[in-house]
C-alpha cells in the first residue's frame, strides 16, 4: 500500500475518531441536559405529591369533623325521640289505667242493679 494512501486512511480515522469524540461530548451534554430535566420533573412532582397529601389530610380531617357532626346530630335526634315515646308509651298507659277503671265502675253500676237503658230526658 503506498505511503499517501495509508496516510490518507490514518488521516480519516483520527479525523473519524475526533468526529466521535465531539459526538460523544454533544450525546453526553444532551444525557446531562435529559438528566437534569429529570431531576427537576422529579422535585415538581414530590411537590405536588406533598401538596397533594396535604390537601388529603385537610380534607379527611373535615370529613372525619362533618361525620362526628352528624353522629352528634342523630345521638341528639334518637335521643329526642326516645324520650317522646316513652311520654307517649306513659300517656298510653295512663289511658289505659283509667280506661280500666272507667269499665270497673260501669261494671260495678250495671252490678248494683241499675237499667242498661240511659233515659234521655
Known sequence: MPFSVLFSVFG?????????????????????????EVKDLSSRIERVEERLNGRIDQVRDELNGRIDQVRDEVKSVRDELG?????????????????????????????LGLSKKVETP
Open 83 to 111: 324520650g317522646r315515646i316513652d311520654q307517649v308509651s306513659g300517656d298510653i298507659k295512663e289511658v289505659r289505667g283509667e280506661v280500666v277503671f272507667i269499665k270497673g265502675h260501669l261494671s260495678a253500676v250495671l252490678a
Open 12 to 36: 480519516m480515522g483520527v479525523a473519524l475518531m475526533g468526529l466521535q469524540i465531539r459526538l460523544s461530548g454533544q450525546v453526553r451534554d444532551q444525557i446531562r441536559g435529559v438528566h437534569g
